[in-house]
T-cell receptor, first 115, second 113 residues
Framework: QKEVEQDPGPLSVPEGAIVSLNCTYS??????FMWYRQYSRKGPELLMY????GNKEDGRFTAQVDKSSKYISLFIRDSQPSDSATYLC???????????????FGQGTILTVHP | EAGVAQSPRYKIIEKRQSVAFWCNPI?????LYWYQQILGQGPKLLIQ????????DSQLPKDRFSAERLKGVDSTLKIQPAKLEDSAVYLC???????????FGPGTRLLVL
């Protein structure tokens, strides 16, 4: 079993739709949860960052973490064609030593928002 | 502020050949990472440096991969000899410190024939 599982999609939605992206994980040591956006032929860029459980909102983006279920989500409201990209969830543990700061990524969800 | 620079952007080699990738992190960033991203998968950490010391290389195939970060700035990742399964995008990232946000470069796309 992979430490982080992410539905690869692909996901195709019309402009203006609400998009829900999800990841599940098995390592209970994960404390930091991130969403990265990766455009074609580019490196990933950090979109959202959350520590422990709860919600975080930034403009059209909302990140949710449910540690009891080992489940995280990213919601995109009023989706735009410019949101078309691969979305990667990533997690790291709050532990010392070599695991500190190490990111474990999901496999990514390919999202296309069509006009 | 300049981002993470990587070169070359693309490389095509035959199996059993050697190849090297170069990374220049954001100025002042002490931590540098090399990731391997196979098509359809998320990035996998190969090696992490703190200044010029290795923090984590547990997933680096050391029989064929090597990396160095001399003087704690630029870094090179080498594969020798390359295998078909090494075809991937090699991403370099840097951060101010180990628990800080990682900024990724555009990657080097490697195709091994």
């Amino acid at each position: 079993q992979k430490e982080v599982e992410q539905d690869p999609g692909p996901l195709s939605v019309p402009e203006g739709a609400i998009v829900s992206l999800n990841c599940t994980y098995s390592n209970s040591a994960f404390q930091y949860f991130m969403w990265y956006r990766q455009y074609s032929r580019k490196g990933p860029e950090l979109l959202m960052y959350t520590y422990s459980s709860g919600n975080k909102e930034d403009g059209r983006f909302t990140a949710q973490v449910d540690k009891s279920s080992k489940y995280i989500s990213l919601f995109i409201r009023d989706s735009q064609p410019s949101d078309s990209a691969t979305y990667l969830c990533a997690m790291s543990a709050n532990a010392g030593g070599t695991s500190y700061g190490k990111l474990t990524f999901g496999q990514g969800t390919i999202l296309t928002v069509h006009p | 502020e300049a981002g993470v620079a990587q070169s070359p952007r693309y490389k095509i080699i035959e199996k059993r050949q050697s190849v090297a990738f170069w990374c220049n992190p954001i100025s002042g960033h002490a931590t540098l990472y090399w990731y391997q991203q196979i098509l359809g998968q998320g990035p996998k950490l190969l090696i992490q440096f703190q200044n010029n010391g290795v923090v984590d290389d547990s997933q680096l195939p050391k029989d064929r991969f090597s990396a160095e970060r001399l003087k704690g700035v630029d870094s090179t990742l080498k594969i020798q000899p390359a295998k078909l399964e090494d075809s991937a995008v090699y991403l370099c990232a840097s951060s101010l410190g180990i628990k800080e946000t990682q900024y990724f470069g555009p990657g080097t796309r490697l195709l091994v024939l």
